[in-house]
């Protein structure tokens, strides 16, 4: 499986983006779980949001519920992350990942990675 984020870019505090990322591979792409998780400078990888291979669930951290919103399009094999009412805290690199289970906030539930994408917020 392949990941490619993209969507990335320089907004104001308040603005809007929308992130998404091309699944590939010879993999039955349906069945996993997809995930966002974003590194801030100088800290840890943490985790976004993540969606159920089947779309029947998803799960937001506390930071981003309400204001983000993670969907998938298993027609066109990619899954997408709609943030609103951006803060200059959610300046980071966003990553995409998949995984063939549902642990959704574990970054060692997911085995594969996207390269990452760079949202920066101004104040």
């Known amino acids: 499986v392949q990941l490619q984020a993209s969507g990335g870019g320089l907004v104001q505090a308040g603005d809007s983006l929308r992130l998404s990322c091309a699944v590939s591979?010879?993999?039955?792409?349906?069945?996993?779980?997809l995930g966002w998780f974003r590194q801030a400078p100088g800290k840890e990888r943490e985790f976004v949001a993540a969606?159920?291979?089947?779309?029947?669930?998803?799960y937001y951290a506390d930071s981003v519920k309400g204001r983000f919103t993670i969907f998938r399009d298993n027609a066109k094999n990619t899954v997408a992350l709609q943030m609103n009412s951006l803060k200059p805290e959610d300046t980071a690199v966003y990553y995409c990942?998949?995984?063939?289970?549902?642990?959704?906030?574990?970054?060692?539930?997911?085995?594969?990675w996207g390269q990452g994408t760079l949202v920066t917020v101004s104040s």
């Open positions: 969606i159920k291979w089947d779309s029947s669930f998803t």
């Open positions: 990942a998949a995984g063939p289970g549902w642990a959704p906030t574990l970054m060692t539930g997911y085995n594969y």
């Open positions: 591979g010879r993999t039955d792409r349906a069945r996993y779980c």
